[in-house]
């Protein structure tokens, strides 16, 4: 089945960086574009970043543009969200998703927290 293990959140400091890790298993991870969504505190999900099969293609919130780099590595199943000069509006949980036809799978969540 389609599993995912996040990692790499935690506490950071306004204008630290962050670089969270998706590791995919049970589906064919190349063929697929990956997302990064988030969460806040009373608010809904939203997509934060999307990336294409090959990696070449990226897309990002308004949000976050020239902040956070998605990337992923077919070799490896994984796909990556490097963010620098976080804010405290970036605290959020943070979920890798792939869809699959007409179906969407989550990771669990990571916290990342942006406070001094």
């Known amino acids: 089945q389609v599993q995912f293990k996040e990692s790499g959140g935690g506490l950071v400091q306004p204008g630290g960086s962050l670089t969270l890790s998706c590791a995919a298993s049970?589906?064919?991870?190349?063929?697929?574009?990956m997302n990064w969504y988030r969460q806040a505190p009373g608010k809904e999900r939203e997509l934060v970043a999307g990336?294409?099969?090959?990696?070449?293609?990226?897309n990002y919130a308004d949000s976050v543009k020239g902040r956070f780099t998605i990337s992923r590595d077919n070799g490896r199943y994984t796909v990556y969200l490097q963010m620098n000069t976080l804010k405290p509006e970036d605290t959020a949980v943070y979920y890798c998703?792939?869809?699959?036809?007409?179906?969407?799978?989550w990771g669990q969540g990571t916290q990342v927290t942006v406070s001094s």
């Open positions: 049970g589906f064919a991870f190349s063929l697929f574009s």
């Open positions: 998703n792939v869809r699959l036809g007409s179906a969407n799978y």
């Open positions: 990336v294409d099969t090959a990696g070449r293609s990226t």
